[in-house]
């Protein structure tokens, strides 16, 4: 789909629906083969109501959707015995699909819709991790950050589960950056970077914050990195310091920070690598 769409954002949205409906009618059709070939492999299993017309591949076709989808029996009957037993069972997982279906599907959009509106949220801070960090500096400190740490590491967790859960839920291409959960990743994850690697410990926000959000990114990217994408052969561009030393941000040396993120490359790659396999550039404020 992504190669058909060659990167494509309104072409690339299409493939979530269609993989989660495709899924859907899979399962229809499989509970339906079953139960026909059920019904053929019975013994006089079913007759029909008016009439004593053989019995075809067609009827039974006809018979288990019937009993499958609740609306009865149709133009069919079972048989005294066994097959009464089984037209009983096939009605149930027919309910029982239908039930199942239903609850899937909330449980898909209700993820999506809790992806889109973290990356609302990141977004909402900064279209960079520069910007996010120069946003978050108060003048003193990062202890702003304490609050929305907490909430976006609780919001990762849950995402990170929802994907293990539901893979389908990767195929779900937002059109815009500013609901792109791998741009919304990466802009925060090279901003924590920047405060952890480049600030003056002095000034970070709540460390065991600070820790336990980027524990969730890695438990996200670890979920996705297993299936959906691999790290970038290509190394991300450094962040723009000289923006941060500008708004009088308080910057470790040059050396301490340029190995600092020479050591987060594999990370780093891994970013990028979930961002190509969304066909969206490095976020970033160097032009």
């Keep these: 789909m992504r190669k058909i769409a060659d990167n494509h954002s309104k072409l690339l949205s299409l493939a979530g629906p269609l993989v989660l409906s495709a899924t859907l009618l899979m399962w229809i059709v499989l509970l339906w083969i079953g139960w026909t070939l059920t019904f053929a492999g019975l013994e006089q299993s079913i007759s029909p ?18 009993l499958i989808f609740t609306l009865g029996n149709g133009d069919f009957s079972p048989m005294e015995g066994p097959a009464q037993i089984i037209s ?28 889109r509106s973290f990356a609302v949220s990141v977004h909402g801070l900064g279209e960079s ?24 590491s609780e919001n990762l967790g849950s995402l990170a589960a929802q994907h293990a859960a539901y893979p389908v839920l990767h195929y779900y291409h937002a059109i815009s950056n500013t609901t792109a959960m791998p741009t919304a990743i990466t802009v925060l994850d090279e901003s924590l970077s920047i405060i952890k690697f480049a600030v003056l410990e002095k000034h970070h926000p709540n460390q065991l914050l600070l820790k336990e959000m980027r524990s969730s990114i890695d438990q996200y990217l670890e979920t996705l990195n297993q299936s959906f994408f691999k790290p970038s052969d290509q190394i991300p561009p450094l962040p ?32 990028l690598g979930g961002l190509e ?7 970033t404020d160097i032009k």
């Excluded at 039930?99 to 999506?112: C, E, P």
């Excluded at 400190?141 to 909430?151: M, P, Q, T």
């Design 49 to 66: 109501s008016h009439g004593t017309d053989p019995i075809s591949w067609f009827d039974r076709f006809y018979f288990a959707g019937y």
């Design 88 to 115: 009983i069972i096939a009605t149930a997982t027919g309910m029982l699909f239908i039930t199942f279906g239903v609850t899937y599907l909330i449980s898909i959009l209700s993820a999506v819709t809790m992806k």
């Design 129 to 152: 991790a520069e910007e996010i960090a120069r946003s978050a500096w108060n003048g003193e400190d990062f202890h702003d950050l304490n609050l929305l740490l907490a909430s976006f």
């Design 240 to 271: 723009d310091f000289n923006s941060l030393q500008e708004e009088g941000v308080p910057l470790r040396t040059d050396k301490e920070y340029t190995l600092a993120f020479e050591q987060l490359e594999n990370r780093r790659r891994k970013l």
């Design 277 to 283: 396999a969304d066909g969206r550039p490095w976020p």
